[in-house]
Every structure is written in structure tokens, then in C-alpha cells.
């Protein structure tokens, strides 16, 4: 499973912060890939609408662009946080805790 994450938006523009970052996540440990592939489930990713929150864009909100592709099949997800509570939300932190380091 490859997941890209970029961001945009925000009261700052930081350009480097806008160009993806691709985790593998066949690269992390078990425990890490089993965490990352449930909250890629919780969320319904696969089933998302590709702008899952495009009519409740707030100024100087961050936007996130997430991309996951598996086994033949890939999705893109945009949407803002925080303000998107629930397994998407908990996906996006745990992409970024791991593309992070």
C-alpha cells in the first residue's frame, strides 16, 4: 500500500509542506501496517467522495489531499481538518506521524 499526503492552505504557505509525501507502508513495522490499513477500513476510504468537504471550505483552513493505491486500485480523498472528526481524521494523524519522522 503506497499513501501520499499533501497539504494546502492555512494562514502560512509553506511550499514544501505542498508537495506530497509518499509513505510505503510495507516499509513500517507489522504493528504500524495493521494500524494504518484498519483506519484506512474505519474510514470507508475507497467509498469517499473525492471532495469530501469542498462546500464548507473555510478561509485559512487547511486542506489535505490524501491518495492511497492498493493492490490495482487508487483513490484520492481532499478535505479539511481538523473539522473532519472521525476515522478520516485519525487516518490524516497517522500518515503524518509516520511521514514525519
Known sequence: MQISISQSGGVAYF???STPRTLDVNNLSDADQQE???????SGFF???GD??????????LSYTLSISEKGR?????FQAPGS???LESLLHCVR???DQ
Open 47 to 49: 467509498q469517499l467522495s
Open 36 to 42: 494504518l490499513r484498519q483506519l484506512v477500513e474505519a
Open 52 to 61: 469530501s468537504q469542498a462546500e464548507q471550505q473555510a478561509p485559512n483552513c
Open 15 to 17: 511550499p514544501g509542506l
Open 97 to 99: 506521524r509516520h511521514v
Open 74 to 78: 487508487q483513490h484520492t480523498v481532499c
Open 85 to 87: 472528526a472521525g476515522p
